[in-house]
T-cell receptor
Framework: DAGVIQSPRHEVTEMGQEVTLRCKLI?????LFWYRQTMMRGLELLIY????????DSGMPEDRFSAKMPNASFSTLKIQPSEPRDSAVYFC???????????FGQGTRLTVV | AQTVTQSQPEMSVQEAETVTLSCTYD???????LFWYKQPPSRQMILVIR??????QNATENRFSVNFQKAAKSFSLKISDSQLGDAAMYFC?????????????FGEGTQLTVNP
């Protein structure tokens, strides 16, 4: 089985531009998590979904960030407009609802210049 | 709120020897899960081992084992017969299991170096 697939692996963009990160869940999983990793703050949860419904978005830093699940197997995280402080590695993870293990994608390294 | 603390930013071990990474956590819950994840230079977060709080028996996965002390809220990872491929950042994580999902709270991480 394919694992969680994220794209792109690397993204470099200019301040003010829109950035869209993509994630494909493991087949059959129905919980989706977006995490951000920085040196200063470590790994922090941004938002998570169960069965396509956002459950907790309290970790989303600002209104510039938005996440969607247009279908059961796919999610996007959008930053508009992007700022240099958004530079980080963004991870997507999925799990089977009711199961504790979360499986991570390889992350997207975002650099905003 | 739950917190996870890893007090060792860096550790090193000689190849073939044993190393123990420390983790403490704080929670008022009685039902939860604890994990160790490994993050090698490839950046992939890899699940190493999992422990259910209601189980007294310590989890073991090949060369990896944990020492789970529920009363002390301690959850250490022991790596036996260390290999060069074990070199990575290791994260301790907590999950309060409930039907609506399994969000993780991570510690700060411990960078493990394996010396040949």
């Amino acid at each position: 089985d394919a694992g969680v697939i994220q794209s792109p692996r690397h993204e470099v963009t200019e301040m003010g531009q829109e950035v869209t990160l993509r994630c494909k869940l493991i087949s059959g999983h129905n919980s989706l998590f977006w995490y951000r990793q920085t040196m200063m703050r470590g790994l922090e949860l941004l938002i998570y979904f169960n069965n396509n419904v956002p459950i907790d978005d309290s970790g989303m830093p600002e209104d510039r960030f938005s996440a969607k699940m247009p279908n059961a197997s796919f999610s996007t995280l959008k930053i508009q407009p992007s700022e240099p402080r958004d530079s980080a590695v963004y991870f997507c993870a999925s799990s089977l609802q009711g199961r504790p293990e979360a499986f991570f994608g390889q992350g997207t390294r975002l650099t905003v210049v | 709120a739950q917190t996870v603390t890893q007090s060792q930013p860096e550790m090193s071990v000689q190849e073939a020897e044993t190393v123990t990474l420390s983790c403490t956590y704080d929670t008022s819950e009685s039902d939860y899960y604890l994990f160790w994840y490994k993050q090698p230079p490839s950046r992939q977060m890899i699940l190493v081992i999992r422990q259910e709080a209601y189980k007294q028996q310590n989890a073991t996965e090949n060369r990896f084992s944990v020492n789970f002390q529920k009363a002390a809220k301690s959850f250490s990872l022991k790596i036996s017969d260390s290999q060069l491929g074990d070199a990575a950042m290791y994260f301790c994580a907590y999950s309060r299991w409930r039907a609506s999902g399994s969000r993780l709270t991570f510690g700060e991480g411990t960078q493990l170096t394996v010396n040949p």
